[in-house]
């Protein structure tokens, strides 16, 4: 019989704010079902609900025709759900080997008897490792999982999930941090377990790896299922449904500036012990696009420009005086901004307000000598929320309670409402729905268009598409390609991003 | 959404009134024990007791301020008690020993609370050492070291120096004032003890340098990117810090009228479980100067309640750290953002 979970009606809210609305969806076995979803639609909430998480939900859930109650995440377990969360980091355990990482969840329950030494569980770690086709060998398995790139633990996580023979496995945002080759890989495994019998349930920003492995999408916005469909997929209906009517027209394509004058200057800058120090001229009026995989040095220009690290070597010139900042305050008070990739360890202070999450670095302007100006602090986060369209009750919601999309249109606007000279933005789309970057994107480049130098660091090509004029493309520490989006294709960025020299 | 069933409002009910105890639980608790105090015992609710109560609280809760402070960054100070007995032994030397005025002396007192605060940011900030490891070795220096220039005794009118004169000096009649000044029938540390906490509360929500505080103490990094030099905002809080528990220490010393050597010693603990429990108050999750000020107070009427009540001295302990539980389950068990069920519609 094919397996399936069915969720009939599922709600839940925190405080008086309903998040779930009554959601339904069925997950068959031998499929994969993607969902769809902007941030904030409820997504996250609903994995939590499916791995046990929030045992006070609404609705019912029903795992091949019985009612079950998933009141703990082992409850979850023991009935067949398996969900491998965002966080490869909060998966593994550290100091512990391959095999015991694989073995886990059986040696945390004695299901092996009394552990005593790797040797004796590592008949059944290498009997698991080929059952899932992995290719790990003894040596592997002995490893520290410290020792493993990040995606070879993403297949451990997958892999561990795996062995407990699960009815639906959870995947959420697998690919965060994989590359072409390990997503491509990771897309065999999922097939493969698809083709075993196991239910799916893909939960995914990226259009193009749904359209590669789901076999049904379904579009969750505002706590409610909004769209199901099977293979082909009808991506205009999907990304209607997912942002709300509206937000599609806006859509359209951005008319390419060219800059003339140079704002920063930057020579001989090397940014990595062994990397070949370059020269790079960002200039005025239009927007720079930099894009780079993980390490390629993106992050260190970002932080050279911005006081936040210790540069290795080179010097800069800004609007013509040297400039060299020693701490992010020297940037500022020339007027140069950094958005940091990481929201939540850079730009956000738990429970904040908008209003005091946006005013902190401009506190001086807020202030009248040394007090406060509360009153303009707050007339000044009300403008920011309706200049980036901000979903929120006001000034003084806190940011930690907003959707991510919209903290990070708090943590744009903070800076974009300062008038700054040059914006660097580190990666503002990650974590952010298409309505929220879409903002965002429209922003940076009118901020380009009354003058302004704006930087922009990413590592996704539709991300660079979107929102740059020039475009430089950064490999090891050096940029490769300089030039004009009009100048350039898609297949010319990717092919110098992967070209290995 | 207007149209809610019967199951949501009272689920929604739920909620706020779980809201109302985190927020108003610890100052109703306050006012109960008050009020029970007050009416079963006729000599707790005699202005008198209750003056006298302010006043023996006074000193933790100024100390308890300056611990504030150092919480509000981040950190926390243990140096506080022997700061304290530091202020006593200085100003008893300054004015027995060496016959200086009343106001010099209280100045020095002031001077060495602030440096001790200085050395613990240097070692903290700079040194990088843990704030609790950093002020609890500095705990253990002051109180060895004060006792060094003393010979290791107590500082007291017309005793004998280390040379076999008799000391000149004696206590101030101004410095004893301190204590014991009365204005409109408040005793001044009462007063002081106010004007510090408002001007506290002042500066931690109505300035800059205050909201800068919260912010570094918050999120460091995020500070740092937002173009604050943390490390000076850290830095001079455990300056004040030392002030505070200096001013407390000056408080103690006009009380006792001698340079007792193991002044100071028991006021750690009740300091930093002040600043504590203040978190806990109008459920404000942080630490802030009323928050303190109703905590000592709290904790003032327990004991007073208590000894009057002819409960022997170690309910004392017990009763403090109660008080300290209490304002926990308030802050943690209660707090809010945990997923709460509201059923289907």
Do not use: C
């Not at chain 1, 979903?391 to 959707?403: F, H, N, R």
């Not at chain 2, 100052?27 to 015992?41: K, R």
């Not at chain 2, 309910?315 to 809010?336: C, E, P, Y």
């Amino acid at each position: 019989m094919q397996s399936s979970v069915e969720m009939n009606k599922i709600t839940i809210g925190f405080g008086t704010n309903l998040v779930l609305k009554g959601v339904d969806l069925t997950v068959k076995g031998g499929q994969v079902t993607a969902l769809l979803g902007a941030n904030g639609a409820g997504k996250s909430t609903l994995i939590k609900v499916l791995s046990g998480l929030y045992p006070g939900h609404g609705g019912q859930i029903v795992i091949d025709g019985k009612t079950v109650e998933l009141k703990t995440p082992s409850s979850a377990k023991k009935l067949g759900i398996q969900t491998v969360h965002q966080r490869i980091d909060e998966g593994v355990v550290p100091g512990l080997s391959v095999a015991e990482n694989l073995l886990f969840e059986k040696i945390a329950r004695n299901a092996l008897g009394r552990v005593g030494s790797i040797r004796k569980i590592m008949p059944k770690a290498l009997e698991v490792a080929d059952a899932l086709k992995l290719g790990w060998s003894e040596k592997f398995l002995r490893r520290d999982v410290y020792e493993l790139g990040i995606a070879d633990q993403q297949l451990l996580i997958l892999a561990r999930a795996l062995i407990e023979e699960p009815k639906l496995l959870i995947l959420d945002e697998p690919t965060s941090a994989l590359s072409a080759s390990e997503v491509e890989n990771l897309m065999r495994v999922i097939r493969e377990m698809r083709d075993g019998g196991v239910g799916v349930l893909y939960v995914s920003h990226r259009l193009g790896e749904i359209d590669t492995i789901a076999d049904n999408l379904v579009v969750l916005r505002d706590g409610v299922i909004r769209g199901e469909q099977t293979k082909p997929f009808e991506w205009s209906t999907a990304l209607g449904q997912m942002l709300g009517e509206g937000t599609m027209q806006e859509m359209q394509e951005n008319v390419e500036r060219r800059g003339t004058d140079s704002i920063l200057e930057i020579k001989s800058l090397s940014l990595f012990q062994r990397s070949r120090p370059f020269s790079l001229s960002i200039r005025k009026a239009e927007v720079t696009g930099v894009i780079g995989l993980l390490g390629s040095g993106k992050t260190e220009i970002a932080q050279a420009i911005f006081g936040a690290s210790k540069k290795r070597s080179g010097t800069m010139i800004f609007e013509g005086d040297p400039f060299s900042p020693k701490h992010p305050r020297d940037a500022i008070r020339k007027g140069v901004f950094m958005i940091p990739e990481d929201r939540a360890s850079s730009s956000m202070f738990p429970s904040w307000s908008i209003a005091k999450t946006t005013s902190l670095p401009f506190l001086s302007q807020l202030s009248k000598g040394p007090n406060l100006g509360i009153g303009a602090e707050k007339s000044r986060a009300s403008e920011i929320i309706s200049d980036l369209q901000i979903v929120a009750q006001g000034p003084d919601q806190e940011v930690d309670s907003l959707s991510g999309g919209n903290q990070q249109k708090v943590v744009v606007g903070r800076w974009l409402k300062g008038q700054p000279k040059l914006l660097i933005l580190d990666e503002p789309f990650r974590g952010v729905d298409i309505g929220a970057r879409r903002v965002i994107s429209l922003q940076a480049r009118e901020l380009a268009k009354s003058g302004a130098g704006v930087l922009v660091l990413t590592s996704e090509v539709d991300e660079l598409l979107e929102i740059a004029d020039r475009v430089i493309v950064l490999v090891d520490g050096e940029p490769r390609l300089d030039t004009y989006l009009s100048e350039t294709s898609r297949e010319e960025i990717v092919h110098e991003m992967s070209e290995v020299k | 959404m207007s149209n809610k069933t019967v199951a949501e409002k009272r689920a929604i009910f739920r909620v706020k009134s779980q809201d109302a105890i985190v927020k108003y639980g610890f100052i109703a608790v306050t006012i109960g024990l008050f009020s029970w105090f007050a009416i079963t015992e006729e000599t707790f609710r005699q202005p008198s007791t209750l003056f006298s109560m302010l006043k023996f609280t006074s000193v933790v809760a100024i100390v308890g301020l300056g611990v504030t402070f150092t919480m509000v960054v981040g950190g926390l100070d243990l140096s506080v008690g022997s700061i304290a007995g530091l202020g006593v032994t200085v100003s008893a030397m300054m004015m027995v020993i060496y016959n200086l005025t009343g106001i010099f002396s209280g100045i020095m007192v002031l001077v060495a609370g602030a440096v001790v605060g200085a050395l613990n940011a240097v070692l903290i900030v700079w040194m990088k050492i843990p704030d609790l490891l950093a002020t609890l070795g500095m705990m253990f220096i002051v109180m060895g070291l004060k006792l060094l220039p003393v010979d290791g005794q107590s500082v007291s009118s017309k005793m004998i120096l280390r040379d076999g004169s008799v000391a000149p000096g004696k206590f101030t009649d101004g410095f004893l004032q301190i204590d014991r000044l009365k204005i409109w029938e408040i005793p001044f540390p009462v007063i002081l003890w106010l004007v510090l906490t408002t001007i506290a509360w002042y500066m931690l929500t109505r300035t800059k340098y205050g909201r800068i505080m919260y912010a570094v103490g918050a999120n460091p990094e995020a500070a740092k990117l937002s173009g604050i030099k943390i490390e000076w905002y850290r830095a001079s809080a455990y300056v004040i810090s030392g002030l505070f528990a200096a001013t407390g220490g000056m408080i103690l010393s006009s009380r006792i009228g001698q340079g007792d050597i193991s002044a100071g010693n028991s006021l750690l603990l009740d300091a930093v479980a002040v600043a504590l429990v203040g978190t806990s108050v109008l459920g404000a999750g942080k630490p802030n100067a009323w928050g303190t000020a109703l905590g000592a107070l709290l904790i003032g009427i327990v004991i007073t309640g208590l000894t009057i009540k002819g409960f022997p001295y170690y309910a004392q302990d017990i009763s403090k750290g109660l008080v300290l539980l209490l304002a926990l389950v308030f802050s943690f068990t209660l707090s809010r953002k945990k997923a709460r069920f509201v059923p289907a519609t």
